[in-house]
Each structure stands twice: as C-alpha cells, then as structure tokens.
C-alpha cells in the first residue's frame, strides 16, 4: 500500500506564500480580448480600414460642419451658381468640390448628411440583428427540446424568405421611412446569426463549466447570458462588423429603389438613384455618392476580415508555422 | 450507474431513473429546480477536469464569486474581500483575482474549483475524481487541502475515485462499486483489511507495493474477461462472469448488502460467497467459473 502523501503543502511557485497586501493585481490579466486587439493592431490593411471609418464617422459627425465651409445647406438648391445654363449638373469646382447634382445641390455636403443615414441605419438595424439573432440563437442552443425545434424551423423559414421582395412590399404598406427600414432590416436578418450562435452553444453547453454552474443553481437564463454568451462574443463580435456592410448596402439598395426616405432628405442611395439618368453627361454626380458607399463598405468588410483573423489565434498559428 | 454518475445524481445534475436521495432527512429527488437552489448551498460539486470546469472567458474573481451572485449571498461590495479570502484559504494568491482560468496550472485551477465549491460554506462536497486529471505531484497537494478543509470546515466529503491509496488516505467509510452496483460497503480501515467481497479483495491485490520484497509475498490475483456491458448486466450477481467463487446461485439471484459473518454492523456485502478472514482468493475452487480463465489467472501468477 503507498504511503500517504506528504503533509507539507507548498503550492505551485506562480503562488507566492506570503501575499499580505491586498492591493489591486499589480499584473494586469492579458485577457483574449486584448491579445486580439494586438493582432488587430498589428494588421495593416485592418488599421487602414479603421482609419477610413474613422474620417466617415467624424465626416457624418461633422456634416453641419462641412455644410457651413462649404457654404452650402444639404437640401438648398442653387440654381444661378450649381446649375449650367441648360440645367446640367456643374462638375466639381473651387465653388462645389464635388460637383452638383441635377437640382444644383452640393455632392460633398450631401455625402456627407448621406453618411449620418448609412451610418445610422448600419448601427441600428444591426444592433437589433445582433440582439434577436443572439437570443434567439442562445435559447435555440441553451434550452433546446421543443423550444430548440420551433424557433430552428423559424431560423429556416425567415431564411428563406426573398428579403428584397418582402423589404418592397413591407415598406410600401407601411410607408418609406428611417424606423421602417430598420425595423424591416432587423426583422430579417437576425436568422444567420442565430444559426451560428445555435451552432456554437449546441457544443458549449456539454462543458463542464456549465454543468459546474448548473450544480451551483443557476438559472437558464444566467447560464445562458452569463456562461455562454461571452464564449460565442468572438463569433458575434466577428460577425457584427461583417453585418454592418451588408446593411448598409441594404439601406441603400432600399433607397435606390424609391423606398428609402422621403425626397429631400440626402441619403447615398437615393443620390445614386437620382444620377441614373446623368452618368453619360455628369460623371461626378454617380461616382462621388457610389465611391462613399463603396469605400464605407469595402472598409467595414475588410475591417471585419481583420476582426476574424484576430480572434482566431489558430489561423495565425498555422501562418505563423508555415512561414517558419 | 457508473460510479461518476453517482455524484452528478446526489447533486440532482443529472434526474435518477430509479432509487432516491435523501438529504438531512429530506427526499430530494424530485424536487424542482426551485425547491432545490436552497439545497444547492448545502451540496457542492468538484469537478474532475480543472480545465473544463472554469469558464475559460471568465476571470477567476467572478468564477469564484459565482455561488454568492447565484444566491445572493452577501452584499456585493463585501464580495470581492470574500472571494480573496476563499482564495487565501485554498493557497492561491488573492492577487490572482482578475487572471483568467488559462493562466494557471492545473494545480491552481483546482483550487479555484474548490474555493468555488466553498463559497456558501456546503455541508456535503462531492469530489467527482477531482485528483485524477492532474499530476501525481500534484495530486497531494490537493488531497491534503481537501482534507484539511474537511476538518476546518466539518464537511462530509463524497469522494469519488479509481485511486484506491487516495481514498485510503481520505475516507473514513469506502463503498466499493462493480458495474454500477455497491459491492460493498465498510470502514477504511476493516474493508482495506479484511475485504468480503471476491471483487475488492482482487481490486486491493492489484495495487501496486513499494516494496520489492514484499511485492513478491503477496500473490496478485488477476482477473481476466472484460467488463460485461453495463447495458445488459450478467444476471444474479453482476461480478460472477469474472469471479473465482462463482456458483450456481450467483448466476441466479443477486445478492443484496448485508453484514457478513461476524462483520461489523456498518461492513456490509453483497455476495454469497464472501471470504472468511484470511481466505485467500485463490484458493477458491469455482463451481462453474471457465476453466480456462482459472488458467490464466494460475500462469499469471506464476510469471510474477
């Protein structure tokens, strides 16, 4: 029979014997979040896209701004002075940066309310994907048996369902304005998150730590919220910034197509919906607000490429192995 | 049952198919989820695997802190002063507070389930293997903080392991379990000693001796066959495909506990064939067991 272990317990050296002080942790904890937020800073082409939704947030910030050095409001027509004496668009000059549009109206200015609406839209709409997806992913995931069927068959159906058609219709029952088209967004989009949030807490929840936090007592609900969710946030967080493009694009699509917001009000896609009919005489009037969009876009997206690769540490691990 | 169902089982983790619980006089195994948070308090769980029972995204301060948030024990300015002293108590740097789970061994990580387990003062801990993940080295540090806490606390402990020289270290009565059934029952002391059962007396000659010499006088009995499948367990007696003193009636009815001989009360067994003081196993001479398997068990003691 073995002898019983030795009584003199010493821990592990990390544990220092003596730790009289209390004092906050003078070793701040690298937590993931941070060791991510170094490999994003370390990623170029994602600081560069930062970089650039930084100038697009300060220029939706500082629209009242460009309006009054430009000396132009979003919504003023100039006639005399932003429109040929045929009518036609003025090209971009030391008077209008960007150009006019067909109603003698500055571009730059009105990209610049434009992006207050994207940015706006892009946000919100997603903010409430991201809730109901989450939600509903982690109910799906968490409580699974029946509630697990119905709301994975909902998941299916809203899947399935031709968002732009329905985004028509919707809009054109209930009116053409800033709440409807988020509220429209929201309400189709959440699905594929909720799918990928499903999928991840389906595995998480057969860990011991929820089991450990179930024998505690705690509730669904806390489990849930507290245990799992901020194990899924990589993916969510990952998937949120590559939403926010895709929304945009929506908003704007919805614009393009007369759903958008009401005539005055300048927004990206109904700028480019109004140029349709001059890109053969007044390049500036469809590029401009079309570079706006696809730069915002093209940034968010490559930005959210960047978020993926830095929160998936075993990417970078196998980069890292090939390259020696 | 397996033997680590038991202790998922006696903290209502997983619902029983059939038998009872009964905590402090109460039948608590079909409480509900409600009716059963207050019980919760008083039964905490250690876990086997110290790497997948803390959140990984979670610090350590907040882990521990979990049992006062779930029940709402104490005001939450005083909670991080609480869990620092939980942590001083297991041996952990209370400095370590705002760590995550991945920056400790696995040692450290164990005492952070213990000092969670800890947190409402439980009356029962049910140590599910909570040694067998970690390092030898280790492993001793972790008994002998368990038992100290034992004592300073006046905890009861359900230890459950496949060690056979820790729970002799730990326990004061062993319930010895073969293919999801209590074998028997008894004080350390007498069932280390004086084993009943033919399954326990083979289970105690399987461990290992420091001493070479030693080693050599005692005959190792080895069983052969494999574990019959807990799915469709043998009739009568679950251990008689394997057993030496295997006979008719073992094949038919199962034995139920009961003191053997002159036994002490709380020694019991379950067999009809239990070994007198002293009767070596392999003596026995099965009725019905295989030949064959008699066989090997003579060549495989013969090589020692």
């Given at each position: 029979m073995t002898d019983p272990p030795p009584t003199e317990v010493h821990d592990e050296p990390s544990a220092a014997p003596e730790h009289e002080s209390r004092r906050e942790p003078a070793i701040t904890a690298r937590s993931p979040w941070v060791l991510a937020g170094r490999r994003l800073l370390r990623d170029r082409v994602a600081i560069v896209c930062l970089v650039v939704i930084v100038l697009i947030v300060l220029l939706a910030v500082f629209a009242p701004l460009v309006a009054s050095i430009t000396g132009h409001g979003p919504n003023q027509q100039y006639r005399d002075t932003g429109l040929?004496?045929?009518g036609l668009p003025r090209a971009p000059s030391g008077e209008f940066w960007l150009g006019t549009d067909s109603l003698g109206r500055d571009i730059l200015v009105r990209i610049a309310y434009g992006a207050r609406i994207s940015l706006l839209v892009g946000v919100v709409a997603t903010a409430l994907t991201v809730t109901i997806g989450v939600v509903v992913g982690l109910a799906a995931g968490y409580l699974g048996g029946v509630v697990d069927t119905i709301l994975a068959r909902v998941i299916d159906v809203v899947l399935s369902v031709p968002f732009l058609l329905v985004a028509i219709a919707l809009v054109s029952i209930f009116g053409a304005g800033l709440l409807n088209t988020v509220l429209v967004i929201g309400a189709f989009s959440w699905a594929s998150m909720a799918r990928i949030v499903r999928g991840q807490v389906l595995s998480l929840r057969e860990r011991e730590f929820v089991e450990a936090a179930r024998s505690m007592g705690a509730s669904s609900a806390r489990i849930m919220f507290v245990d799992i969710l901020p194990n899924v946030l990589a993916q969510v967080i990952v998937y949120t910034t590559l939403l926010i493009p895709v929304v945009i694009v929506v908003q704007a699509t919805l614009s393009f197509l007369g759903l958008g917001l009401p005539a005055p009000t300048a927004d990206w896609g109904g700028m480019i919906s109004e140029a349709q009919n001059y890109y053969t005489t007044s390049w500036w009037f469809v590029l401009f607000p079309g570079l706006a969009l696809l730069a915002t876009t093209l940034a968010f997206n490559l930005f959210g490429d960047g978020v993926r690769d830095a929160f998936d540490p075993r990417a970078e691990g196998l980069t890292r192995g090939w390259k020696g | 049952m397996r033997k680590v169902n038991v202790g998922s089982c006696l903290t209502r983790l997983h619902d029983l198919s059939a038998g009872s619980v009964v905590f402090d006089g109460r039948d608590i195994t079909t409480l509900s989820r409600r009716q059963l948070r207050p019980v919760r308090r008083d039964i905490q769980m250690i876990f086997q695997d110290p790497y997948g029972s803390l959140n990984p995204r979670r610090r350590v301060g907040s882990i521990i802190g979990d049992p006062f948030a779930i029940h709402r024990s104490g005001a939450r300015s005083t909670r991080k002063a609480q869990v620092q002293e939980l942590m001083e108590r297991v041996g952990l740097n209370p400095e370590h507070y705002n760590r995550f789970p991945a920056e400790f061994s696995g040692g450290q990580r164990q005492r952070i389930g213990v000092a969670r387990a800890l947190a409402l003062n439980p009356r029962v801990l049910v140590c599910d293997e909570p040694v067998s993940a970690l390092d030898v080295s280790i492993q001793a540090q972790i008994i002998n903080l368990l038992v100290d806490l034992q004592a300073e606390f006046g905890l009861t402990l359900v230890f459950i392991s496949h060690d056979l020289s820790v729970i002799r270290h730990v326990s004061d009565r062993v319930a010895v379990m073969y293919l999801g059934r209590i074998v028997e029952t008894g004080r350390v002391q007498q069932l280390y000693?004086?084993?009943?059962?033919p399954y326990t007396r083979a289970l105690l000659s399987a461990l290992p001796v420091a001493d070479p010499d030693l080693a050599d006088s005692q005959s190792g009995i080895v069983l052969t066959g494999d574990v019959p499948s807990p799915v469709f367990p043998p009739s009568g007696c679950r251990f008689h495909t394997r057993c030496?003193?295997?006979?008719q009636d073992c094949v038919q009815s199962e034995p139920v506990l009961a003191p053997v001989l002159d036994d002490l009360p709380d020694h019991e067994t379950a067999c009809h064939h239990p070994l007198a003081v002293g009767e070596l196993l392999s003596d026995s001479q099965p009725s019905i067991a295989d030949t064959q398997i008699q066989n090997r068990t003579d060549s495989g003691r013969k090589s020692r």
């Open positions: 040929s004496p045929d | 000693e004086l084993p009943r059962h030496p003193r295997a006979e």
